[in-house]
């Protein structure tokens, strides 16, 4: 069965960092890797998908890689902003939807 | 585009109660499915549909029924509400059981 594991499960950043995430799972027969964020009382809503075949992903401040040989994808974050408090989940896909328990970020001002 | 929208919002059972989650989406995805969210377990799936008529179990689908009689529609049953099903539910919606996944607002669930 498909791990994923999220490390750190929280971190706390000043302002104006730049930041990466880690996601690691075991099988690397993965159709898709995608990042989601997640506020407080709400879903999940997704940043960034990246294909098997791709090695990475970006939207403005945000940038996902992905190598499936050694089971790792990162998300960095640049210039981060208190708005960027949130907690991060990544999700593997293989037969079905494999999801990390997430890194809590918390962006000092 | 609504996307993905499920209701109640919120609810309050008392065990041994029955209820239905509603999960509806506008994007003509194929694939649907139900999690459940707990602190410390991350997100955990218990059933899905690859497309209308059919329905498979996830990792934690017993207390739990589906159906998917339409494209856009898959509720979620609780037969016999316990207290262990006190969690926050999730419904999501794909193109395809590999593509990129879209999530609704969730269902808070409390169980007396």
Redesign the interface.
Known sequence: KQEVTQIPAALSVPEGENLVLNCSFTDSAIYNLQWFRQDPGKGLTSLLLIQSSQREQTSGRLNASLDKSSGRSTLYIAASQPGDSATYLCAASGNQFYFGTGTSLTVIP | NAG?TQTPKFQVLKTGQSMTLQCAQDMNHEYM?W?RQDP????R?IH?SVGAGITDQ?EVPNGYNVSRSTTEDFPLRLLSAAPSQTSVY?C?SSYS??????????SRLTVL
């Open positions: 993905v499915s999690y410390g377990m991350g997100l799936l899905y996830g999730f999501a059981s590999t593509g990129e996944l879209f999530f609704g607002e969730g």
